[in-house]
């Protein structure tokens, strides 16, 4: 059989740009990681000491002071954190055991964005104003998004900062 | 019943060194919630299994052992270096998962052992019965080239074993679907990887992904992608996304970086395979009218 490549137009009539999923919401995601358990809010706020100590601990920068805490009733933890990339911002909960060993992490929502590199201002219209909790309508949502890799590590950084202040800061407030 | 009314779980978790998107559909939101687990455990214990990372995985002991003694390995990582070979072979050594030498060497593994100091390629393994493998001299296998894409498959017959009437997984843009509805699947444009392009609609297939943007790095002065050329010993410069449709995700996977490499060259593989591939190319300069795909 011949065998070549065909030239094809690129169907760009749906293009879009600013990609944004919500997988979870809160209470969703303590319902993920500590099924039927009670969980009581007890966020803290890092003292500048704190924080001094948790970036030399974690080697990370801490951008925020408020802790999003969870006490899980019979011990452990729940805590929402978020990590950002260079394109992307993610919102994600981990689970703590009564020792702080992590027992679940979810992804609670994805968002991308790539200001100033896309020009074509017709679809880029349609995405002002929206939200992730609005997420972009064209042909409904977009679903699959087959690419190259953005990787992981942000959250892996992420993770590791969270637990240096649970030692620092979470274990001590029991 | 439309699959649309039936209850939906949709998760992400960091795995494979990328996000994992798990989409079920069931009967009930508790069928759903559990083949969304089974999903994820399948992932889970590939990424324990083939991880290059971790010394204790069979790719680790592999590496580590493989050329003294043979190392018994899981049915799934035997599966996939079986799978490899075949690659391997029906490539003339251009699809080659020891490439690991040249991976570390770019910077885009990390050094943990001595390198091997001959070049040895993926027809230096032997595998033999009860799961065992050998490797003919010191090898590093990496099996980043297909481990994916089989990851993806073992978590979509988790959710069909635990109920799910349809879903999806999606590793970092490889992806498979299974159902009775097709789905549209949208590709970034490789000149600027925030616009989304609808590519095609696949209904129980997979599709995979490759692209330059993410992935490059400098090596000696030159943007490039960690897709080696093992013939010319030198990682693709190229700037474009190559998209492969198939049966399977590993092998969507797979023939996505042969066809990096090999263009046209590949297409008697493509049809071998009953697989389909797109090419986007990047385009200089503003605007978006004018892309184009290569399509076989």
């Known amino acids: 059989m011949h065998s070549r490549w065909i030239l094809l137009p690129a169907a760009l009539a749906g293009s879009t740009s600013g990609y944004a999923t919500v997988y979870l919401t809160v209470e969703q995601a303590q319902a993920a990681i500590f099924p039927g358990a009670a969980l009581t809010a007890a966020p803290i706020t890092l003292t500048t000491d704190q924080h001094a100590a948790i970036e030399k601990t974690s080697g990370m920068r801490v951008r925020s002071n408020e802790v999003r805490a969870w006490r899980v009733a019979g011990g452990g933890w729940f805590i929402v954190d978020e990590v950002l990339g260079k394109h992307e911002f993610i919102t994600y909960a981990i689970g703590l055991d009564a020792k702080g060993a992590v027992t679940g992490l979810e992804i609670m929502d994805y968002r991308e964005t790539y200001g100033g590199e896309v020009k074509n201002g017709k679809w880029r219209a349609q995405f002002n104003g929206k939200t992730s909790s609005a997420p972009l309508k064209l042909d409904g949502d977009i679903k699959n998004i087959s690419g190259a890799t953005l990787s992981s590590r942000h959250i892996t950084d992420g993770v590791k900062r969270v637990l240096v202040t649970y030692d620092l800061a979470l274990k001590r407030s029991s | ?296």
């Open chain 2, 1 to 296: 019943m439309r699959s649309k009314d039936l209850p939906e779980i949709r998760r992400a978790r960091p795995l494979l060194g990328t996000l994992v998107e798990v989409r079920a559909t069931a009967a009930t939101l508790a069928t759903a919630e559990k083949a969304v687990r089974a999903a994820f455990a399948a992932i889970e214990r590939v990424h324990g299994l083939m991880s290059f990372h971790d010394a204790k995985s069979d790719v680790g002991r592999l590496n580590r052992s493989g050329a003294k003694r043979s190392v018994r390995v899981h049915a799934w990582t035997h599966c996939v270096l079986r799978r490899a070979i075949k690659l391997h072979a029906d490539t003339e050594g251009l699809f080659d998962i020891a490439v690991g030498p040249a991976l570390v060497r770019g910077g885009w593994l990390p050094r943990q052992t001595k390198l091997p100091r001959t070049r040895g390629t993926a027809a230096d393994i032997i595998l033999s019965k009860g799961r065992r493998v050998r490797f003919h001299r010191p090898l590093l296998i990496d099996l980043g080239g297909i481990a994916k894409g089989f990851a993806v498959d073992q978590a979509i017959t988790a959710l069909r074993r635990n109920g799910a009437t349809s879903g999806g997984v999606n590793a970092g843009g490889d992806l498979r679907v299974f159902g009775a509805q097709p789905e549209l699947v949208h590709v970034r444009l490789p000149e600027s990887p925030g616009t989304l392009v609808p590519l095609m609609s696949v209904q129980d297939a997979a599709l995979a992904t490759s692209a330059h943007y993410f992935a490059q790095r400098k090596v000696r002065g030159t943007l490039r992608t960690p897709i080696h050329h093992p013939l010319r010993r030198e990682f693709s410069a190229q700037k474009f996304s190559v998209s492969v449709q198939a049966s399977e995700c590993w092998l969507a996977d797979a023939l996505c970086k042969i066809v990096w490499l090999a263009g046209a060259a590949a297409l008697p593989l493509l049809q071998h395979y009953g697989a389909r591939a797109r090419i986007l190319e990047a385009r200089v300069g503003q605007g978006h009218g004018e892309n184009h795909f290569y399509a076989a």
